[in-house]
C-alpha cells in the first residue's frame, strides 16, 4: 500500500466515480482503476460495488476511508512542519466547540490568529462532546472544547475554564427578579435545556424532565418569551444579546460546568495546532479576566 493508492481511493470515494477521479487527478482512468485493483487485493476485500452510475463504498471500503483520510492529512502535516522555517507557519487547524463559547471566542480567536498566521487555514465548526470526542479519536479534528469529560485512553484534556448556568426569565416575572435560583430548584419548574447541560445537572442531582429539550438558543429563548417554560444556558449564551431580548439571566447556583481543551492523544500536533491551543489559552485567560468565564 503506497500514498498514491490511497489519494486515488480517496479520490474516486469524493467524486463518486473512477472517470471523474481521473479527471481531477489528471491521469488516464485506466490508472486509477488499476491501482484500485492492486489496493483491493492487498487488503484483502472489495472497496467499491460497481454500476453504470459510479461506484459506492462497501463496508470495507467505509473502514479504509477514515483510515485513508488520517494518513493523507498526517503526511500533509508533516510536510508543513517541515517547511515551516524556510516559508512560515502554514497548514489547516480544525476546531470545534459548543455553540455557546464558539459565539465568545471564535471571532476574536480568528483576527488574532490569522494575524500572525496568516497562511494557516482554520476550519472552525460547532459540535457537542460526543461529537467532537468521536472526531478527536478520528483524528478528523485537531482540537475541541469539551465539556466534563472523564479521563481517556485516545483523548488528552486539559481543564481550561469554568462557566456558571443561567436560567432565562421573561423581564418582569418573579424569577427574574431573584439574585439567584438553587440548581435543585430546576426540577419544580418547566425547563428548557440543552441535551449536554441536562446530562451535567443529572449526574448531579439525579433525574430532570424538561418540558423541551433542545440545542438551538433561538428556538429555546422564543420558547421562554412565549411562556412554555424557562431556558437554562451556559453564561456565554448571553454573548447574543439580540437572540435573549426580553429575558433576564438569573444564576443556577450549583450548576457551574468545566470545558476542557482536547486533542487526540498518541500522535504527534502539528506546529499550527500547538500554536492554536497556545492562541486559546491566551484568549480564554482574557475572558475570565472579563468576568465572562470563571477560573478552574
Known amino acids: 500500500m503506497d500514498l498514491r493508492q490511497l489519494r486515488y481511493f480517496v479520490s474516486v470515494a469524493d467524486s463518486g466515480s473512477i472517470s471523474a477521479a481521473a479527471v481531477i487527478l489528471h491521469v488516464a482512468q485506466s490508472a486509477v482503476s488499476r491501482q484500485i485493483l492492486r489496493l483491493e487485493d492487498e487488503v484483502g476485500g472489495v472497496l467499491f460495488q460497481r454500476s453504470i452510475t459510479g461506484v459506492e463504498l462497501t463496508e470495507t ?7 485513508a483520510r488520517f494518513i493523507l492529512r498526517e503526511i500533509e502535516s508533516a510536510t ?9 507557519m502554514r497548514g489547516t487547524v480544525r476546531m470545534a466547540a459548543p455553540a455557546s463559547a464558539g459565539r465568545v471566542l471564535y471571532v476574536p480567536l480568528v483576527q488574532r490568529f490569522h494575524a500572525q498566521f496568516p497562511q494557516v487555514q482554520l476550519e472552525l465548526s460547532e459540535g457537542t462532546t460526543d461529537e467532537m470526542l468521536r472526531s478527536l479519536a478520528a483524528g478528523t479534528l485537531d482540537l475541541g472544547l469539551v465539556t466534563e469529560v472523564d479521563p481517556r485512553e485516545d483523548v488528552m484534556l486539559k481543564p481550561l475554564l469554568r462557566e456558571e448556568a443561567v436560567l432565562l426569565a421573561p423581564v418582569g416575572n418573579p424569577l427574574s427578579k431573584r439574585k439567584s435560583i438553587v440548581a435543585r430548584d430546576l426540577p419544580k419548574l418547566p425547563i428548557i435545556i440543552a441535551p449536554g447541560l441536562r446530562r451535567i445537572f ?19 429563548a422564543e420558547l421562554t ?27 443556577v447556583r450549583g450548576l ?40 478552574v
Open 61 to 67: 471500503g467505509h473502514v479504509l476511508l477514515e483510515r
Open 80 to 88: 508543513n512542519d517541515v517547511s515551516t522555517y524556510s516559508r512560515g
Open 202 to 220: 443529572e449526574e448531579r442531582y439525579g433525574a430532570l424532565r424538561p418540558v423541551v429539550q433542545i440545542h438551538s438558543s433561538n428556538p429555546a
Open 225 to 251: 418569551r412565549s411562556g412554555v417554560g424557562y431556558a437554562v444556558v451556559p453564561k456565554s449564551a448571553l454573548s447574543t444579546p439580540d437572540v435573549w431580548r426580553g429575558l433576564q439571566g438569573v444564576p
Open 256 to 295: 457551574n460546568t468545566t470545558r476542557m481543551m482536547a486533542w487526540g492523544k498518541g500522535r504527534p500536533a502539528s506546529l499550527a495546532a500547538r500554536a492554536l491551543r497556545a492562541a486559546v489559552e491566551q484568549l480564554v485567560c482574557q475572558r475570565i479576566e472579563e468576568k465572562i468565564f470563571l477560573p
